[in-house]
């Protein structure tokens, strides 16, 4: 019962009758500002407990447990409006170098996540100009997604530009929580969460691709932007999230933020001159590190070992023989051939688009039942 009523007064609030618009307007010219979101009050709150199952390749079952810190809780008085909705403020979720992430949960309960863009007031001119415009690009490209292994897009800040907008809460876990564990994930599950990320991928090309323009690249992928929904203890579906740094067909947005991505996870051919000019054989080389990382329990590199580091700006390809030449007992050799292309150190000797990828993983892993 309380659930429909907080679905009537949510409808009756957030009704956006021209009179209504007309009224916020006048009310930020008689303050002389937009409205912005409240800062949030913190409490601590309680610490979570998940637990779930993955099938390995005999079909038994992997029990994972995990344990999450406790969290960063607000009040109950902070509200934020969207266009399509009203929201509470639970907690703080996350934060990057770009934005905030909170959790927050709708006038009928459910939870959701809020992204807002971070208070760039004190960066030069240009970079606060670039900062808003990606914002304002990555809500543009979820709203033209319709994949469930992307996150969805559900409400949006009604001020232009935006300074928030709201998506999907995923129940479950980013896959670096799974690798954390420091096990290793068996080759049908692994290949089954790479191509599951490609699918994700493919649909976001779809999504924003133009007609004689060079083709999108996300640019960030790593472990955290790959999220583990989980239900009845099973890992149900598997969804891809963080587009604030891709590259779309005929944007030349980089500016003063050259190194887009993660460092672990860049492509060697992103280090000499940014990403301005990377495609999706860099986005192919980070999710073979990810699938390197699953099939072997570990990173292939140290990225932060200066060793490394040297190792990888000067003779990537002899860092990257070195490291794939170490491959796991229980990896088939087809599979490896699979993983040593992917990271392959110069571009045109990988996998050249997320569909030939993902078709090479569809052969790995019907390779690998028919052994099984």
Request: aromatic residues 8%; hydrophobic residues 40%.
């Amino acid at each position: 019962m309380a659930g429909k009523i907080g679905k009537i007064v949510n409808r009756l609030l957030t009704s956006r009758h021209p009179l209504l618009r007309a009224g916020d307007r006048l009310f930020e010219k008689a303050v002389g500002g937009r409205i912005r979101l409240p800062k949030p009050a913190l409490a601590m709150g309680p610490a979570e407990h998940l637990k779930f199952s993955i099938n390995d390749d005999n079909g038994e079952k992997d029990k994972i447990e995990f344990v999450f810190d406790a969290v960063f809780q607000n009040f109950e008085s902070n509200l934020v409006m969207g266009e399509k909705g009203m929201y509470r403020l639970v907690r703080k979720f996350a934060e990057g170098g770009m934005s905030k992430i909170f959790l927050v949960k709708d006038m009928g309960g459910t939870k959701y996540l809020l992204k807002e863009v971070i208070n760039a007031s004190e960066f030069p001119p240009k970079t606060r100009r670039e900062l808003l415009q990606r914002f304002s690009y990555e809500m543009e490209i979820m709203q033209k997604i319709n994949s469930p292994n992307v996150v969805k897009f559900v409400d949006r800040d009604p001020h232009t530009p935006p300074r928030f907008f709201v998506m999907e809460y995923i129940h479950g876990i980013d896959l670096q929580k799974m690798l954390s564990a420091g096990r290793q994930i068996s080759s049908r599950v692994s290949l089954t969460i790479i191509s599951e990320v490609l699918k994700g991928l493919i649909a976001f090309e779809n999504a924003v691709r133009e007609k004689g323009r060079p083709v999108a690249a996300h640019r960030d992928l790593k472990e955290e932007n790959i999220l583990l929904e989980i239900k009845e203890k099973t890992i149900k579906r598997v969804v891809l999230c963080d587009f604030g740094v891709a590259k779309l067909p005929g944007s030349e947005l980089t500016g003063t933020m050259q190194f887009l991505g993660t460092p672990s996870r860049a492509a060697p051919e992103v280090f000499p001159g940014g990403a301005k000019h990377v495609d999706q054989r860099a986005d192919i080389y980070s999710l073979g590190t990810i699938l390197y990382s699953l099939l072997a329990g570990k990173e292939p590199y140290d990225i932060t070992s200066p060793e490394d580091y040297f190792e990888f700006l000067k003779n990537p390809a002899a860092l990257l023989d070195r490291v794939l030449a170490n491959q796991p007992e229980n990896v088939s050799n087809h599979l490896w051939s699979v993983v040593s292309k992917a990271m392959a150190a110069k571009p045109e000797q990988r996998y050249q688009g997320y569909a030939d990828f993902k078709g090479a993983l569809a052969l790995a892993l019907r390779a690998s039942k028919k052994i099984g």
